[in-house]
């Protein structure tokens, strides 16, 4: 049933947005569109613009709206005292008869499609000046859930029609540069999928920080989703990498981090309110909401809605919890990350380290350093000091005119898709979103440093730090013979330099990610009883809602390994066997009671000596397996395993066969196994080490204090570590030299080319095969990889 006031979804398309709003008109081209790829959109249906227009003129309101906007302009009336004003006028109309009837049809409607007689259906609002690729316009407008019966219906239809005129949504259009009085209102009327009884969220089809747009993003809570929206909840987070969902059996989810999840948003029983925000359950804080088929079919809706309208989304979901099926509840263009330049990007770097306070997930990648402005409700914003750091608990559209003039903004609650990470994001304003406890740590006043320039997280720091930005033109750097790529750490900033023209990942450091994800020994999580009181408790909290503490550590230690490859997929990713020493395992919880004291950690108990040691036999295990499920379960085949610190050729046989024993076979499925070349044995036996592994990495730091005698750690004698030595050149040469020989590649992933960019021209000169470099430097050392190139 369709007139001139009320469409079908599955009527509507997007060149419907003059009509329908470009909410409504997104629903009914997924719905059309979509359906025979898998993608659920719940039934329903909207009203037109003509349908608002019809009612504006029906009350006879026009004139003295307009009257109203002339008293703003003009300074008479304040915001506040305008949007009140227009409200009155819309809340004080009435539906005239033949819309309300054809509402009322319609809604009949769709209760016999739902074989229901008054189906609870969600009304949303949807403002033809809304959705676009250029303005979100995110909740700006009203939503009204559960709402049950004609009369309520018609109610929630009135009140959405007033909502065009909230105070925030005035401030945005003026901001934007819209009249008001030329934009209508269509309303979604939808039916209400039960996630009140399972879960919801938002999903992007581009990573919202550095713009990736390789993975999907996806925000999960209990309950009804405005709570995620709302930024009141901190939710789940799940990661898919989109390129390998279409490989069979890949289940490419390299992200999966349990959010607290303290409240969600359910049905009310009985009263007025149609809704309730409760405490979640303990078991529900500790589970996951999707399991990762759900995530993946999230993932699937994702890529299929991106290449139908050729763009970065911006998606809700969300779980009935009657029959357990997933839908999307509405789509529309992401704004921020798709409107950037991809010949450019800004890198922003602390001049200097200084004491962190607090952390949470970061918004941007830029830095600001100020004094917080502590806000804890939206009635306090007038207190707001300009250009200070904003912190509160959470926002929402009420606070966007405070925040447009904050020079950061930091939160308690909230991910990466909440009101304040959206927001700040369009406005390029950093954010630390999701800090737990921000408001009651951090005091009004006090001089901070808040950095988004680490990746995912986002660091709260004492004091006014110094910093620098750099605009980097990717069009500038020069193409080279030589594979130059890129030395990764952290999984959490794995995306913040992927624009950059790397040939991939020449450099994973696994420690890293046991460090700073895992932080549990190994061989603690498989021997518990053998810690302290203390580091068990520790290790039971970590390792809580994991199927097993086994599972805790190559879960984690495998979705990091696949976030460092994913960058630069499909060129490889080398990453590197745990190389910590008996002194840095010892500091992980529970690694005292599994590692002996040396005297010289750096020359003991290390790299591949470990690999098949009784000592730590079954925590190598715990590594191949998570090497391998990187490979074989979530895909990146282009992994290539790197063995360091490795002795002689027949400790290098004991090494393949433990990886052998544990499901790592060289050769088999493609598999490659590199050798890090940092001690003299490695270069003066090039050939026999040849025979073993696929390629070479040349450690220089390590090879560096090995030729010259000097610990590289002791500041004594730093002075006389200098990878430019003769000795040292000449040691490297030869190892490119002995490489080839052997008929296996060699490259360089030790410091060396990203300190010194005439140590980068004489590898150039040596014939080496690849150069990895710290992202910071890749800029500069590139062009004098290409310089040297040029001279030979």
């Known amino acids: 049933m369709s007139n001139r006031f009320v469409i079908p979804f599955e009527q509507v398309g997007i060149a419907d947005v003059p009509s329908v709003g470009g909410k409504n008109a ?16 719940p039934a329903g249906f909207a009203t037109t613009a003509e349908a608002y227009r019809h009612f504006i003129a029906a009350n006879a309101i026009e004139p003295a709206m ?31 008869e033949e819309l309300s009837k054809a509402i009322a049809a319609a809604y009949a409607e769709l209760g016999k499609q739902l074989g229901k007689a008054e189906p609870a259906v969600a009304v949303r609002s949807s403002a033809t000046a809304e959705d676009l690729p250029d303005a979100s316009f995110a909740g700006q407008q009203e939503t009204f859930l559960n709402v049950r019966g004609q009369r309520a219906l018609a109610d929630a239809c009135l009140r959405c029609f007033a909502s065009l005129f909230t105070d925030r949504a005035i401030a945005y259009r003026e901001a934007k540069g819209f009249d008001h009085l030329s934009i209508a209102l269509s309303i979604g009327v939808q039916q209400m999928v039960r996630s009140d009884l399972a879960g919801s ?38 990661m898919v990498f989109k390129p390998l969902l279409e490989v069979p059996d890949a289940c490419p989810v390299i992200e999966k981090t349990r959010g607290e999840k303290a409240i969600k948003m359910v049905y009310a029983v009985g009263g007025s309110k149609r809704t309730q925000v409760v405490e979640t359950e303990p078991a529900e804080r500790e589970r996951f909401v999707l399991s990762d ?10 890529v299929a809605v991106e290449r139908h309208y050729g763009r970065p989304m911006d998606l809700e979901w969300a779980k009935d919890g009657e029959s357990g099926l997933l839908y999307l509840v509405q789509a529309r263009p992401e704004t921020v990350q798709s409107q950037e330049s991809g010949s450019s990007f800004r890198s922003w770097r602390l001049k200097e380290e200084g004491t962190p306070i607090l952390s949470g997930s970061a918004i941007g990648t830029a ?5 917080a402005c502590i806000i804890r409700d939206a009635a306090d914003i007038a207190s707001f000091r300009d250009g200070a750091i904003l912190v509160t608990g959470n926002t929402d559209p009420d606070w ?16 990466n898709t909440s009101h304040a990470a959206i927001v700040s994001r369009e406005l390029g304003v950093p954010a630390v979103v999701g800090c737990g406890n921000a408001t009651e740590v951090l005091r009004d006043g006090q001089a901070i440093t808040l950095s988004c320039a680490k990746g995912e997280e986002g660091i709260i720091y004492e004091g006014l730090l110094p910093f620098e930005s750099e605009e980097i033109d990717l069009g500038s750097l020069p193409e080279t013979r030589t594979h130059v790529m890129v030395n990764i750490a952290e999984p959490s900033a794995a995306f913040s330099w992927w624009r950059l023209p790397a040939k991939g990942v020449g450099l994973a450091r696994m420690e890293f990610i046991i460090n700073n994800l895992i932080k549990v020994h190994p061989m603690a999580l498989l021997h518990p009883d053998k810690v302290s009181a203390e580091d068990r408790s520790r290790i039971r909290e970590l390792t809580c809602g994991h199927a097993s503490a086994e599972n805790y550590f190559v879960e984690l230690l495998a979705r990091g390994i696949a976030k460092l490859a994913a960058p630069y997929y499909p060129h490889p990713a080398i990453v590197r066997l745990s190389d910590f020493k008996t002194n840095e395992y010892a500091h992980l919880i529970g690694g005292e009671a599994f590692e002996p004291e040396e005297e010289n950690p750096m020359l003991g108990f290390r790299g591949a000596s470990r690999y098949y040691d009784e000592r730590y036999a079954e925590g190598f295990a715990l590594e191949c397996r998570a090497l391998k499920r990187v490979r074989e379960e979530l895909g990146f085949t282009n992994l290539v395993v790197m063995v360091p610190f490795c002795r002689s050729p027949a400790e290098a046989d004991r090494v393949l066969e433990a990886m052998e024993k544990n499901g790592l076979r060289r050769g088999e499925n493609g598999l490659q196994v590199y050798m890090m070349c940092e001690i003299p044995s490695n270069v003066v036996l090039a050939d026999r080490f040849a025979t073993r592994f696929d390629g070479y990495s040349i450690g220089s730091n390590d090879l560096t204090q090995l030729v010259l005698g000097v610990d590289r750690d002791s500041d004594l004698l730093a002075g006389l570590f200098d990878e430019r030595d003769e000795a040292v050149q000449r040691m490297v040469a030869q190892a490119i030299t ?19 960019p005439e140590f980068a021209a004489f590898l150039v000169e040596c014939g080496i095969d690849s150069i990895s470099l710290n992202p910071d430097s890749f800029v500069r050392t590139i062009h004098s990889i290409a310089e040297a190139e040029r001279r030979q």
Request: proline share 4%.
């Open 26 to 41: 997104s629903l009914g081209e997924m719905l059309r569109e979509l359906g025979a790829s898998g993608v659920r959109v």
């Open 66 to 96: 307009a009257d109203c906007f002339s008293r703003f302009c003009s300074g008479e009336a304040n915001l506040q005292e305008t949007g009140e004003a227009i409200r009155e006028l819309v809340l004080g109309g009435t539906m005239p």
């Open 201 to 238: 969220g938002v999903a992007f089809t581009i990573d919202t920080e550095s713009g990736f747009p390789h993975v999907a993003i996806i925000s999960a809570a209990w309950g009804l989703g405005e709570t995620v929206v709302q930024g009141s909840v901190d939710p789940d987070r799940y």
């Open 293 to 302: 088929a759900e995530i993946v079919e999230l993932g699937r809706w994702a």
């Open 367 to 371: 830095i600001a350093s100020s004094e």
């Open 400 to 415: 966007v005119p405070v925040m447009k003039r904050a020079s950061g903004i930091v939160t308690d609650h909230g991910g």
């Open 738 to 756: 002995g490489a080839h020989e052997g008929g296996i590649p060699i490259g360089i992933c030790g410091q060396a080319p990203s300190n010194y």
